[in-house]
């Protein structure tokens, strides 16, 4: 049953001086006007109403509290605007206006819960549930917000050989073709964006790196029989490549066709670029063939036997979890900068599981296991000098998913996800966590 509570406050107006009819006051920034909660799907939400724009807020956890803070707002709601009409799991909701355009929302729970949060047109929407008992907690959210979707892309052009052995990339080598990684200093190629869709000026552009997994003799998993991972993780990441430039993000490969890199050439790159954001495409293997789904990796360790086992394969290639002339990893783990990213790169490992499974439910009507965010001990996220994550697009262990994986389609809505995912964490309008 619905339930639904609303506190509402009225919008004052101001009359326009000689005039004879009132006006909406101009609003200069963005201002809650309202509160709701109601229970759906097995999960409340909270809806904060707003009129204008230029509301900026931040997510945190504080033991059994979610803190809202807010920028540039005015509060027009009571402190206790659902006046004790909460719903299980959550407890007491505040409203703080502290003066200066900043305010607070505090949300009390109990339990722990999961959380997703979007900036809509019109509010400011908080979905809660018990841990784990609402899949894709964030998928409703994700389709109610305002913005392009799923516009006709082309296909993106494919190497003219996927197994053609075109010489190993290094650091001093010429630039490669097509929207790689150009090597140390050299000057970085134009991206061509669209002008309907670019999120921000050419010049504020964010950086994505993005990582085709393993190439040239490594061939990843062929779990799938005559299908190799690195050849299907260079198809992904190029229509991920071009979604982000149709977004308006530079995006740039460390690979664009069948050649060798070492992990740490990898972070290597996208450090010498300067790059904002590491990306690295994979795809996933498993001893039971009946699993199935997406998920998304954080640098850090691990007591989890299947995350210990993925990162081995993954790690092979460099000889476990370090190299010859390479910092070992637990040493690297702790380092502080590492530290810092790491609360980052989970944020946006969440929303890449969060918005794949979103996009490829509703563009071909598929349930994909969002299987989540995890933390795990990957070489090729080692010494990143930014937020990093490791997205395994699905298992080639499972013949029915493998079969998807190869399809255009799925590969376009893999990458419109993640594409939708990055540009979220740029816009910071959306996010996805739990307490």
């Given at each position: 049953?619905?339930q ?11 009359l326009?001086?000689?005039?004879a ?9 963005a201002t ?5 909660i ?5 999960a409340?939400?909270?809806h904060?109403?707003?009129v204008?724009?230029g ?5 945190s956890?504080?033991?059994?509290q979610?803190?809202?803070d ?10 206790r605007p ?9 407890t007491?909701?505040r409203?703080?206006?502290a003066g200066g355009g ?8 109990n339990?722990?819960i999961?959380?997703a949060i979007a ?7 908080l979905?809660?549930a018990?841990?784990?008992t ?9 389709r ?7 516009a006709?892309r082309a296909v ?12 190993a ?7 490669p ?6 090597p140390?200093?050299?000057a ?16 504020e552009?964010p950086?994505?790196?993005?990582d085709?997994?393993h ?5 990843g998993?062929?779990?799938?029989g ?5 050849d299907l993780?260079?198809q992904?990441a ?18 664009n ?8 050439e ?9 790059a ?31 995350t210990?086992?993925?990162a081995r394969?993954?790690?092979g290639?460099?000889?476990g ?27 946006l490992?969440?929303?890449?599981d969060a ?16 299987l ?6 990957f070489?090729?996220?080692?010494g990143?000098?930014m ?7 699905g298992?080639?262990s499972?013949?029915?998913?493998a ?5 255009p389609?799925?590969?376009q809505?893999?990458?419109d996800?993640i594409a939708?995912?990055?540009?979220h964490y740029?816009?910071a309008?959306?996010?996805?966590g739990?307490?």
């Amino acid at each position: 049953m619905l339930q639904r509570v609303v506190s509402t406050a009225l919008v004052t107006l101001a009359l326009v001086a000689g005039a004879a009819i009132a006006q909406p006051r101009v609003v200069s920034a963005a201002t809650i006007t309202g509160a709701s909660i109601e229970s759906r799907d097995g999960a409340v939400e909270l809806h904060f109403a707003l009129v204008g724009s230029g509301l900026a807020w931040k997510l945190s956890g504080h033991g059994q509290q979610m803190w809202i803070d807010l920028e540039h707002v005015r509060m027009e709601i009571p402190p206790r605007p659902l006046f004790g009409q909460e719903i299980e799991p959550v407890t007491i909701v505040r409203a703080i206006g502290a003066g200066g355009g900043t305010g607070r929302i505090t949300i009390e729970v109990n339990g722990r819960i999961d959380y997703a949060i979007a900036r809509l047109p019109q509010e400011l929407v908080l979905r809660i549930a018990p841990a784990g008992t609402v899949a894709n907690l964030a998928a409703p959210l994700l389709r109610r917000m305002e913005r392009r979707r799923f516009a006709a892309r082309a296909v993106p052009p494919q190497p003219a050989s996927m197994n053609s052995h075109q010489g190993a990339m290094n650091i001093n080598s010429s630039m490669p073709s097509n929207g790689g990684i150009p090597p140390g200093n050299a000057a970085p190629p134009q991206i061509a964006s669209r002008e309907d869709s670019a999120v921000m000026p050419a010049d504020e552009r964010p950086l994505v790196v993005i990582d085709p997994g393993h190439g040239g003799h490594d061939p990843g998993t062929e779990a799938a029989g005559d299908v190799a991972e690195k050849d299907l993780a260079l198809q992904i990441a190029t229509r991920l490549r071009n979604a982000l430039v149709a977004d308006g993000i530079d995006a740039r490969m460390t690979r664009n066709d069948d050649r060798f890199l070492t992990l740490a050439e990898r972070t290597q790159l996208a450090n010498s670029n300067h790059a904002d954001l590491f990306v690295s495409i994979h795809l996933n293997s498993s001893p039971d063939a009946e699993t199935t789904g997406i998920e998304t990796y954080y640098l850090n360790n691990t007591t989890d036997r299947a995350t210990i086992r993925l990162a081995r394969m993954e790690n092979g290639v460099a000889g476990g979890y370090g190299a010859p002339g390479e910092p070992n990893l637990n040493y690297i783990l702790t380092d502080l900068r590492q530290q810092d990213k790491a609360n980052e790169s989970a944020s946006l490992a969440r929303m890449i599981d969060a918005e794949a499974v979103a996009d490829i439910d509703a563009s071909m009507g598929l349930r994909v296991n969002e299987l989540g965010a995890k933390q795990g001990p990957f070489y090729v996220l080692v010494g990143a000098l930014m937020p990093s994550v490791l997205v395994e697009c699905g298992f080639l262990s499972n013949p029915g998913e493998a079969r998807l994986l190869q399809s255009p389609q799925y590969q376009q809505g893999l990458a419109d996800g993640i594409a939708r995912a990055v540009t979220h964490y740029f816009k910071a309008d959306a996010a996805v966590g739990n307490l």
